[in-house]
């Protein structure tokens, strides 16, 4: 042994040890914490996380697709995708593409295969179908959007129960939940939503 340098007692270099295992355990576990909490008020103020149940919106999503929404109804427009409930028409988020807001005027014609808003015929490149006239409406439906509200659609028109459909109608803004933003999973549909 060296002069002047004092060799620790076992017992004491195992406690020191633990000290320092001790002293890493509550990093880690203020991390954890620190994430969890950080998680929680992002989903809670920023967005939220749902999934997709049923064929309506195929081929843009797909049943079992997990969805990352931004909260809230705050600047929903023409074209986008939002989740929306209604109880009184299904038990669960309803995920559907806003055709047209408040105010604006909604033409299906059924025999041209054609939506206009305004007089204007939209642009879908996501329909893959040619529209099926639904039982309950005729060759052409006009809806004039309430205040407050909006029509919605899926992309998969002839399997897709929405704002044509007399139980839901317009939809009023205070239902919905989000826009969708991403599909989150399954990792090899992942992507930004349009």
């Not at 149940?53 to 023409?78: I, K």
């Not at 299906?108 to 996501?126: C, F, H, M, Q």
């Not at 999973?185 to 992942?190: K, S």
Request: net charge negative.
């Amino acid at each position: 042994m060296a002069r002047g340098k004092r060799e620790l007692k076992p017992e004491i270099q195992s406690l020191k040890g633990m000290d320092a295992v001790k002293g890493d355990l509550y990093i880690w576990l203020q991390a954890f914490v620190l994430i969890s909490v950080a998680v929680v008020l992002c989903f809670t103020y920023l967005g939220r996380v749902v999934t997709v149940s049923g064929s309506s919106m195929e081929p843009t999503l797909r049943n079992g697709d997990m969805l990352l929404l931004r909260s809230g109804a705050g600047g929903v427009e023409q074209g986008d995708v939002v989740v929306l409930t209604r109880e009184d028409f299904l038990d669960e988020p309803i995920v559907k593409r806003v055709i047209a807001t408040e105010g604006q005027t909604v033409v299906i014609d059924y025999t041209a295969n054609s939506v206009t808003v305004d007089g204007e015929r939209l642009k879908e490149p996501y329909v893959v179908e040619v529209m099926a006239q639904p039982y309950f409406s005729g060759p052409v439906e006009t809806v004039t959007v309430p205040e407050g509200c909006i029509f919605v659609m899926g992309d998969n028109r002839n399997h897709s129960s929405d704002s044509r459909h007399p139980g839901l109608g317009t939809v009023d803004l205070r239902c919905v939940l989000g826009e969708a933003k991403a599909v989150l999973l399954p990792l090899g549909r992942m992507k930004t939503i349009h």
